[in-house]
């Protein structure tokens, strides 16, 4: 049997958008969708005594509710009920990141906050296996990169 481990390798941002590929929807289904609130509850409240805090909201219950609308978003990439449909509209991810300004060490920030927030909530409670992992967080690495609107810091 061969050891595996998640990769949280970051691609450097060199100013082009690679194409994405949606996350498998085995994650979904590991790690369910109270796992996936926990673990953007985690990732928000780690935002929120970030480097990049100031981007976010100002009231802790409020950042919550933003973690609960993405929670939303990523259930539904994963293949999951349209619930960020239903509820906050098309995604148009570029657009809402729009009035923020994203560069590429906010985001380097974001995908570090989101690596400890996997590696708590998903790989130290064993709910899901590293090859689906790693289709998630290659997502995310990816993604990211078109979040950024700012290229310089
Ligand atoms: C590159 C670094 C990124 C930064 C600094 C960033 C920052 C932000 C900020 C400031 C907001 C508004 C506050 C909030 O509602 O949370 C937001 C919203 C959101 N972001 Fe990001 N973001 C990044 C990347 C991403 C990526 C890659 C995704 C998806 C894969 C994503 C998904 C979302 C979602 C779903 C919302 C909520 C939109 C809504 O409810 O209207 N973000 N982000």
Known sequence: MQFQTVDFHITPFDGTNPPVTKPDPKFLHDIGEEGMRA???????????????????????????????SADFFIQICGGPKYFNKRRGAPQMRGRHAPFRITPTARLHWLTRFEEAIKEEV?????????????????LDIFS?????????
């Open 39 to 69: 673990l953007l509850r985690s990732f928000y409240t780690k935002l929120y005594h970030s480097p990049i805090a100031d981007l976010f909201e100002e009231e802790f219950e409020a950042m919550m509710q933003a973690a609960q609308n």
């Open 123 to 139: 790989i130290a409670k064993s709910l899901s296996d590293p090859a689906t992992i790693q289709s998630f967080w290659s997502y």
């Open 145 to 153: 990169l078109w979040m950024i609107n700012t290229p310089y810091d």
